[in-house]
């Protein structure tokens, strides 16, 4: 852990939020005592052998929040993962008489509590994380998460996909999970909806087996635009599906500062299965004001009129572009 972080990439550890092992100490002592039970009063099967914890036991919120504080003294380790937590029901409502609260409970309220400890125990700087976003006053307590909503939701639902999560909420950093335990493969689509979000993307397997050359280069090509844009990603200022002028382009807006003085970045996707070319968005213009293809770094071509600018692109099917207005 410490080579790794010396060397500049901070680690995260896997700690598990709900299962515990029937055959560890804890296990022995409390595992029958802590679990959740259906409605049946009977333990949740969710991959046995392994018991399914109650997040609203108290004493698991303490030892599992002392087992996070140890780790991390132990460890040096800089992020912090608590998984399964994040959905909230999940199929794991607790109907235990014995744990305290009302029969029955969503595991919600016991997570919120859990959490806080977590964050009590670790302090302000360590990063925590779950497997998917929380209840909004959950978020309070954590830094981020995975999360699965560009693979949960049909095209049908929503043709660009957009996490609104990610705006709501723009200090919590969510990172989509596309594909779990298998290889991406060639979905290059599923790609540019997560920089069309502004998101980071979760990464597993071997780079040459799981994905192929031109996921990975869309991967790279996200990674480049999002960091040499940094002030806009990581800011605070972003809206959702800014007004745009064709059909079938849709836009999200990321700022460095809320007033034309900073940078601001668009990214802009193209849900038609054909090439669109012509003015597809006009923004507050700034005297002085350069717009650019973040892809490419070519500078785009615009009309002014006033205070506005009206920016013309060229943008093949269901693609994505990032373009920046600056003054340089």
């Known amino acids: 852990v410490a080579g790794v972080q010396d060397a500049g990439t901070p680690v995260g550890l896997y700690i598990e939020g709900i299962l515990m092992e029937p055959t560890s100490d804890i296990g022995k002592a409390h595992g029958a005592e802590w679990q959740m039970l259906d409605s049946q009063l009977k333990p949740y099967p969710h991959f046995a052998p392994s018991l399914n914890m109650c997040s609203w036991v108290e004493p698991w919120q303490d030892y599992l929040s002392d087992t996070y504080q140890r780790v991390q003294r132990e460890s040096g380790a800089r992020g912090f993962y608590i998984d399964e937590y994040g959905f909230e029901d999940y199929g794991r409502s607790c109907y235990s008489p014995a744990h305290g609260h009302p029969a029955p409970s969503t595991p919600a309220g016991g ?10 125990k670790l302090g302000p700087q360590a990063a925590i994380y779950t497997e998917e976003s929380p209840t909004d006053v959950n978020s309070q307590y954590q830094d981020g998460s995975f999360t699965y909503n560009i693979s949960s939701v ?8 957009v996490n609104l999560y990610r705006f709501a909420i723009p200090t919590f950093k969510t990172i989509e999970i596309i594909t779990c335990d298998k290889p991406l493969g060639s979905n290059v689509e599923a790609v540019k909806r997560i920089l069309f ?6 990464l597993e397997g071997n780079w040459d087996k799981w994905f ?89 071509p615009v009309r002014v009129s006033g205070k506005r600018a009206y920016l ?15 003054l340089f």
């Not at 997570?111 to 009590?120: A, L, N, P």
């Not at 979000?197 to 979760?202: D, F, L, M, V, Y």
């Not at 943008?315 to 990032?322: T, Y």
């Open 111 to 120: 997570e919120r509590q859990m959490v806080r400890k977590v964050r009590q």
């Open 197 to 202: 979000n502004g998101e980071a993307i979760w």
């Open 154 to 161: 049909p095209d049908a639902w929503s043709p660009t996909h």
């Open 212 to 300: 192929s050359k031109a996921v990975r280069g869309q991967i790279a090509l996200n990674h480049r635009v999002m960091r040499e844009n940094r002030p806009c990603f990581a800011g605070d200022y972003v809206e959702a599906l800014v007004p745009t002028l064709l059909q079938g382009i849709y836009a999200n807006r990321f700022s460095e500062r809320p007033d034309l003085a900073g940078k601001t970045c668009w990214t802009i996707y193209n849900t038609n299965y054909r090439t669109v070319r012509g003015e597809a968005i006009a923004v507050d213009h700034a005297p002085g004001a350069q717009y650019l293809d973040e892809m490419t770094g070519n500078p785009l």
């Open 312 to 326: 013309t692109l060229d943008l093949a099917p269901r693609d994505v572009v990032v373009i920046s207005r600056g």
